[in-house]
């Protein structure tokens, strides 16, 4: 009945899609597969059962660690015993970041812990830590606007709070604290650096995430740690009832050289044109503190689930590959990403499509697309189906998931399916991070949404460039 | 208004007040000040702002710590400043237990760490740990039962999940477990034990509490940690895929000789009788892991605010003493509670009613007591006062908080506002008991009812007993 339905409602629009040659468009009978695809996938649990796999049977998974190996291994057996193809590990080097020791307290004058754990590269304080009076700001902009003589030996502590949105769009502002702090403060004398976690959570943990990179030992920038929200008000409160505050800091944390990260990549070969790929993504490694059950075990769940769903579901596989890419290393920078598009630049041409799941567990709410003008109405096709999930139209200037950086930079066109995000950064880079987040019927919808997309994408010959 | 539709319906229940002594009755002027008590409640965050200041300026109190004696230094300065009489602090011996370093991992067949905490009197791993495979209970009362070769050797993990109520009656069950299993364990021959946290939380913050004490090291129990629920479902599906499970626990808590504790007292002079004594209490210290907001200083502010107000709003103080006790060493074994009904023994005879809060900043939603049948009357005539705050009369065997329980063998009469408690387990004996969880508006509707009750119990001379 819904395939039906949804066939009339395509038919209904003023979408010329039966004027174009019949492979190149979205026909009726893909419609029809599309949308038994998606009665599928609220039958299974398929997804949240490959988290739970990933989430317990590896755990943390870390850039560039044995763990990161360990999950490597894992999807390779995931997706063989799911029945996917030209399976591989394509190895990459990435910068080696492990955690060490960590803690913090209020010395004086109202000795008590704090709650923090250090941002990803930041330098460490030596086992002795460091110890100085505490200069808020409320802003990083506050911070670069400050003196030298204002901050000069002292720990710098900025107090932004990040705003919640189904969009998660509060996160690059809340991210720019998190990567420039530590030079900002370097830059003026201080000597060390905490921030107000960048995350919407009241609970009391304290999130991770990476600092940006830089080059040189001499711009190592001052040891940086994030305060969980309830810590920040604490010393908020604690500045309003006394000053001097004086924290001291440690955190140990030590740069190995370079290690060894993957991405692995697995396909359902197309059946008449499987060297042009409808790519799509998610990340394989987490941040250390949680298990990575949303981030991104739920990413690699939607993709897998989908997958899974249209070997086990089509009668024939489609025209054009599907390649699954699980991208190591993206929490430390997007290096996996920028490896594939190393690794892959010759044969970048040939993907037609990418799309990438990596924001969690919540509904979908939205479809946006970076594709040339005259495939628009292809696009408005595609959600066409996807309307009875409650999916939405939106625009042509999607951006992807964060590893499709390179690829879109490359002239792939990209498909977006944006998630309701609205909780996403209670959990994301925290050790709350974990598979009691995620419910089963949550991913369902997902699945739908990606195995409708891929399948019509790759069954179609168009050309979205 | 309120006032005087609170005196219409004592006036026309069925309570025989007018035919007593007018003084030991609660009589009409009695509620019209108990009800300008209540209005001024709601007027003021006096309860939120002490709650504010012990939670910043002393933060985590644990029984027997320096930071335990910050805070009764606190508790004196902030009477003092309240306005409270007679302010002294009244020592007692505590057992010391610190905590030391904690971790804990699945060693095998899937590496990860996994988030505990000591249990509160635990013995030691030593620094070394102890390694050992996981021997999975539903309960405590599974493990009673099972035999010693199904455990000797092995690390025993107990996955009782407690309930969620408003009324918190999961409590009771889960404690026994976290009092009980480390001997239990010990007498089956395993060498650790490890429990689900006794707390509702989906979050991962592992819950502390106490033991059961027992008098010999040769009694010492196994080391014993509480996993957070998380972290148990971790391990319960770790089980689920791979036998056996290998778990690493390192615990290196302190026993060390006692140390001081204390209550400390206030008081507000009964202009006629003020031997004759309304004791109303909450408990200073606090866990560790947390800054006790929720457990227990919203009590204390809750006590204190209910003071103030009767000092600032009253054109002349009752005519019995109103004692505040804020008890020490709660949270390890009621010692501070022990101690107080040891130090008054003399005249425990006149303490007319006892009271405590020491259940978070839910609302109270009914009121019990514990006196003489002939005095129901009088009980359900302040019930009557309260009903305006959505407080429903309950019955007459009231237990009053865990400080009355000496007070109450002792046959002193105990009144109890109950409150209610969906969230306290989320919170209370984790790091996650902070500020935060705590809205001022919360409090008022208890300092209302704290106000009105001691009030009236303070201003009428009838005996309770």
Redesign the interface.
Known sequence: MRSFMCWIVLLSSSIPVLAEDISTSITPAMVITANQLMDSAQRTNEAYAIV??L??????RLAGTE?EARARQWAVEKMTSLGLKNIRVEIFEVPLWLRGEESAK?VS?????L?ITALGGSASTGPQGVEAEVAVFESLAALEQSSQGAVQGKIVFIDEVMVRSRDGSGYGAAVLKRRQTAYTAQRLGAVAALIRSVGTS????AHAGQMKRVGSAVEAGVPAAALT??DA??LV??LA?AKPVVVKLVITPRLLPPAASGNVVGEIVGRERPHEIVLVGAHLDSWDL??GAVDDGAGVGIVLGAAKLLIDTLPQFPRRTVRVVLFGSEEVGVVGARAYAQQHEATLANHVLAAESDFGSGDIWRFDSRVVEEKLPLMAAIAAVLKPLDIAPGNNTARGGPDLRFLREAGVPIASLLQDGQDYFDFHHT??D????ITPSALNQNVAAYAALIYLAAETTADFR
């Open positions: 739970d796999s989430t317990t049977e590896v755990g943390p763990a209020i004058p109202f000795p008590q812990p709650t009241s609970h009391r943990f929200a309830a008000d604490q409160r604690s009832y949680g298990t050790a709350d974990t598979l009691d987040k």
